[in-house]
């Protein structure tokens, strides 16, 4: 009688073994891919929004999503963005040479929330040395410089219309060295440029519009053509949505960000968030408030984020030389930087 | 007693008993292939589980998801229960361990036997836990039939459950009273051309030992098959008669139904209701043209949800039911003589049925087609790691190449309404003559039409 029941009992134990060893083998073999899930942050964001790594240990994803396409970007990495569409696959494996935290980002404006769609990858080294580096560049201008980012700084004097570069380039040789730095530059906003620049003797004769466009020429030299380009591209990508595709702060989440503003924590001056407090994006076409700011000012806004707004920080997510590329690119919604010299 | 012989059986004229054929006997009469069938399932259903928890997270891209909501549901509506009534318990895997233990052995009754083999509260007897087991997985089904890891739970609840209640509760209590599948299967089976049948009652009622009864798992006794919504078809009884006087017998379909019934149960016809008002709304919610509806139905616990709850709820409980009462009133009122309510409620429910599982084949229909080829993907990379073991995880199958999916719904759906409507016609014979039935059927002839339109509109048009 018991012939048949061990067999029985053999191949139940068989078959049982069989499933959780196939299940245990692919499970091995795949222990060191992460499957990463996009979905828009109201719906939950990454998934996992931690991921762990080691320096020079490649770091396989398995990405997808669950709603809508997004796109997959590790700031500061020079990789490209890979696309995630619902309910496929995509792979990618990164390998990093230096430890830290790294930030990876949605970089196609999937929801009104894209911007939060942030998680990080904390990569250890074995290397004891190389521990507690941090990837994020240098202090940032204006910590160093203890500016105040948050309060108003509006420009005292503005132009009647927008200063053109090409008309003040022709003087530019008259202006005094100690103007045309990057040091300077950085460190000064051009109200403060014009104010000193009409004080000085060469600039006796020249009416405030011709200043103007000293100022704009100056500025203009601190950048160039491939740059502005560069910066643009990024503009278009990660600030049009709110700052508007022409800089008048009115992108097309713009409203919707004021109003979320209330509802997240953002690192303010130290003040909770009023909700009757609550700011729009910034318009870089408004001349007040932008020829007032040093670019070290618009530097420490985008590195931070913040301001009681929806702004958020992208510090870990641009290069240095990128972010200083975009507050390039934002002073040509004050100053035309095109080279015909207009009538 | 040896089983070569059942030539000179007598059967229905309309039957024909599978346990003649001599090919198949042996099939019958051993234990073995079920408890290989079995034996796979509940492999499978391991497989399943720790795919669940361990596979990947994204549901259309993990095994249990698509093998549970896709492919198993798919053969449970299109093939197990209109050709095999409860045929899938038959191999289900759920209740297989607590019954093992139970028997003290896997092919073989041992004196080990586990369990205390209370009978099951009378109370809880009936289709009532079922429905809402049933309900309740439905109100949560946005995350029951996406998510992976849910899905892999609530296996895992409903066989430690199962394994739980067969320790405690004698023979089949989880299958009869609690698996949420087990109701609509078991009065589904009451359509299917599969039935287990005494062969001769005198033979049955001279045999003192009832060896089949003792035998049954599911505690029922054969003679006293008046339909087949509580026969598991495991064939034990087959196996066990000493008399070789139990049939597998193949019939017309709705062989179950169409006879007066003196029952004042109404669990039955509450179910029968709840499933057509399920087919309604996940009509509704994942083929309707809704948005609104799909997205409520999806943000489990927020307000648009607690919205769609409510609605589906008294869908499902207050208003299908209460305009089914409305027909089988009208349809009582004019009749000379009146059964009491109750019983004409239980009486008319069989003609819910054949709309009912038809309703669900038509609903089952719209996504097994478009989703054919995620079973093979899913196959192909059980885990949803990127393989492709079968060469096809990328591969996409268009299986309805020919667009047949709506014509097949709308032919499910008509057979369905014509089917109920000839229930209902012929209900209403045994009570009237010829001339009077169409009159009295009319208020559920009317009820079958208006559902089977609201299906169309929702799956075809």
Redesign the interface.
């Known amino acids: 009688m018991m012939k048949p029941e061990w067999l029985a009992r053999s191949l139940l134990v068989a078959l049982l073994a069989l499933a959780a060893l196939a299940v245990g083998a692919g499970w091995y073999g795949q222990r060191g891919v992460v499957t990463l899930r996009a979905r828009m942050p109201e719906g939950g964001g990454w998934s996992p929004g931690e991921i762990k790594a080691d320096v020079g240990e490649p770091l396989k994803l398995r990405l997808t999503s669950d709603d809508v396409t997004h796109s997959f970007a590790v700031g500061q990495l020079d990789l490209p963005a890979v696309d995630i569409h619902p309910g496929e696959m995509s792979e990618v494996t990164l390998v990093f040479d230096r430890p830290g935290k790294y930030t990876y980002y949605c970089t196609r404006w999937c929801g009104l929330n894209h911007w939060r769609m942030r998680g990080t990858i904390e990569v250890s080294s074995p290397d004891p040395s190389q521990t507690g580096k941090v990837v994020v560049g240098e202090t940032p201008l204006y910590l160093e410089l203890g500016l105040d980012i948050d309060t108003p700084h509006p420009a005292q004097l503005t132009p009647g219309s927008k200063p053109a570069a090409s008309a003040g380039r022709a003087r530019l040789e008259q202006v005094p060295l100690k103007y045309r730095g990057l040091s300077y530059y950085r460190t000064h906003s051009p109200a403060a440029a014009w104010e000193a620049l009409r004080a000085e003797p060469f600039a006796r004769d020249l009416s405030d519009a011709q200043v103007w466009s000293l100022v704009a020429a100056l500025w203009q030299a601190n950048t160039g053509a491939e740059r502005l380009a560069e910066a643009e591209a990024i503009y278009r990508q990660n600030c049009a949505a709110c700052h508007g595709e022409n800089g008048g702060g009115d992108g097309v989440f713009a409203a919707q960000a004021a109003s979320e503003a209330a509802s997240m924590d953002v690192p303010t001056s130290g003040q909770p968030i009023d909700a009757h407090d609550l700011k729009t994006p910034a318009n870089f076409t408004a001349a007040e408030s932008m020829l007032g700011a040093s670019p070290a000012i618009l530097q420490g806004k985008i590195v931070r984020g913040g301001m009681g707004t929806g702004m958020p920080y992208w510090g870990p997510i641009f290069t240095e030389e990128q972010i200083w590329a975009l507050v390039d690119y934002l002073w040509t919604f004050q100053f035309d930087y095109s080279l015909e010299v207009n009538p | 007693m040896t089983h070569a012989a059942g030539g000179d059986r007598e059967t229905g004229k309309d039957r024909f008993d599978l346990a003649r054929l001599p090919w198949l006997r042996p099939l019958i009469y051993s234990r073995?292939p079920l408890?290989?069938a079995r034996?796979?399932t509940?492999?499978?259903f391991?497989?399943t589980i720790?795919?669940g928890l361990?596979?990947?997270?994204?549901g259309?891209?993990n095994f249990a998801i698509i093998f549970v909501w896709i492919a198993w549901w798919t053969a449970l509506k299109l093939f197990f229960i209109p050709l095999g009534g409860r045929s899938w318990c038959s191999v289900c895997p759920l209740p297989m361990p607590g019954e093992w233990l139970g028997q003290g052995?896997?092919?073989?009754k041992?004196r080990k036997r586990l369990g205390l083999r209370l009978r099951w509260p009378r109370r809880l007897r009936g289709y009532w836990l079922q429905v809402g087991l049933f309900l309740v997985i439905g109100l949560f089904s946005a995350v029951t039939l996406t998510d992976p890891r849910v899905t892999a739970w609530i296996l895992l609840s409903l066989i430690l459950l199962a394994i739980l209640l067969s320790l405690v509760y004698e023979r089949r209590a989880f299958c009869t009273y609690l698996c949420p599948i087990g109701g609509f299967t078991g009065i589904y089976a009451q359509i299917a051309p599969v039935e287990v049948r005494v062969v001769n009652t005198a033979i049955c009622a001279a045999h003192a030992e009832k060896t089949c009864y003792l035998e049954c798992p599911w505690g029922v006794y054969p003679v006293a098959l008046r339909d087949s919504s509580q026969c598991g078809l495991c064939l034990e009884c087959l196996r066990v008669c000493p008399q070789d006087n139990i049939a597998l017998n193949l019939r017309p379909f709705n062989s179950d139904l169409g006879a007066a019934r003196r029952t004042q149960r109404l669990d039955e016809a509450f179910l029968a209701l709840v499933m057509l008002g399920s087919a309604l709304a996940f009509g509704a919610v994942f083929i309707g043209p809704w948005g609104i509806l799909k997205n409520a139905a999806l943000a489990i616990g927020s307000l648009p949800w607690l919205g769609y709850a409510a609605a589906f709820l008294t869908l499902n409980m207050a208003f299908l039911p209460a305009a089914f009462a409305l027909a089988v009133w009208l349809a009582e009122k004019g009749s000379l003589r009146t059964a009491p309510f109750r019983r004409a409620l239980a009486n008319w429910s069989q003609a819910l049925l054949p709309l009912g599982l038809f309703s669900w084949i038509a609903f089952t229909v719209s996504f097994a087609l478009p989703k054919f080829s995620y079973i093979t993907n899913a196959l192909s990379d059980?885990?949803?790691?990127?393989?492709s073991l079968l060469g096809s995880a990328q591969v996409v199958v268009n299986a309805d190449k020919f667009n047949l999916a709506p014509i097949l719904q709308v032919a499910a759906l008509l057979v369905g309404l014509y089917w109920s409507v000839n229930l209902a016609v012929n209900l209403a014979k045994t009570e009237t003559g010829a001339p009077l039935a169409l009159r009295k059927a009319a208020p559920l002839v009317a009820f079958s039409l208006l559902y089977t339109l609201l299906m169309l509109g929702l799956l075809v048009g």
């Open positions: 073995w408890f290989i034996s796979v509940l492999a499978g391991v497989f720790l795919v361990f596979g990947s997270p994204v259309s891209h052995g896997l092919v073989s041992t059980p885990l949803g790691q990127g393989w």
